[in-house]
DNA sequence: ATGGTAGAAGGTCTA
């Protein structure tokens, strides 16, 4: 099973690079995180068209996340719990159940990026990595095949960045944040791309600014995050970098994993 | 220190 996470920064702008990429790559599911559409404006049936079933949480002109699959989606759950006042649709989760498989329970996110810091949206940024840790510690208590993947705007350590010194102050890099990261994932998660590969200058965002793309200047924050029964199944992670040189590009690139399953 | 780019909008806000 190949599962994709693709960071779109918007659904409407890059509708036909996404067709492409579904035709080209055929991943089973796709993640697709800042949508910037509500549900009724997705365009769900092109996609549909090519044998993907479709669930949206969507939002007027922000955030907003999908999930893109080839087979059934169960249980399908919107934003993560104890969500007293959270109106930004950043979390999407379900179950892929297919008869003779392993189920595996697939979380989507967008984490907020929590910049300026310090502020307002860092402590937001802060409080939505502590509910993530709740739901997180949820899936390894519950031994299931499980999954937590997206833009986590998070870089985890400086081999990560290619000028880690210009990110010190920044809510994607800041000591706090890093370990939010680090409580999350020793709760006994795998990060599926570190850890089938040790090597720098491995990117998925570069900034549409400055010619960070130009330069390489770019920066690991679209991850996968695997609990120990789904580890065990992990064929292979890799970055789909090229995607940057698209016409239009994204700022993101697709990540994607094969799991045995 | 500033501004550089991009998307959803048709205001600025977010990144």
């Known amino acids: 099973m190949k599962i994709a996470s693709f960071n779109i920064n918007g659904i409407k702008a890059r509708i036909a690079l996404l067709l492409e990429y579904l035709e080209k790559s055929a991943p ?28 949206t949480h969507g939002q007027k002109s922000f955030n907003g996340v999908a999930i893109l699959s080839k087979f059934p989606l169960e249980d399908v ?35 907020p990026n929590g910049n300026p810091a310090p502020g307002p949206k860092y402590d937001y940024k802060l409080d939505w990595m502590r509910r993530l840790g709740a739901r997180a510690r949820d899936l390894i208590d519950s031994e299931q095949v499980a999954l937590m993947a997206g833009d986590y705007n998070v870089i985890p350590s400086p081999v990560d960045a290619h000028d880690p010194e210009d990110w010190t102050t920044d809510a994607l890099f800041l000591p706090e944040t890093r370990s939010a990261w680090r409580r ?21 965002f570069w900034d549409y600014q400055r010619g960070a793309w130009q330069k390489n200047d770019g920066i690991r924050i679209d991850h996968f995050l695997l609990t120990p029964q789904c580890a065990d199944l992990l064929k292979d992670c890799q970055i789909d970098r090229h995607m940057r040189g698209e016409t239009k590009p994204s700022d993101h690139v697709p990540i994607w994993i094969e799991l045995d399953a």
């Open 28 to 55: 089973d599911i796709a993640l697709l995180q800042e949508i910037k559409s509500i549900d009724e404006g997705f365009p769900r049936a092109p996609i549909e068209d090519l044998g993907y079933n479709v669930e």
């Open 77 to 111: 759950v919107r934003g993560l719990p104890e969500p007293q006042g959270d109106d930004q649709a950043r979390w999407i989760e379900a179950t892929v159940a297919r008869r003779n498989n392993t189920a595996v329970r697939i979380c989507n996110l967008y984490l």
């Open 184 to 204: 999350i994932e020793n709760l006994g998660f795998t990060d599926a791309f570190r850890t089938l590969n040790r090597e720098p200058m491995n990117y998925t």
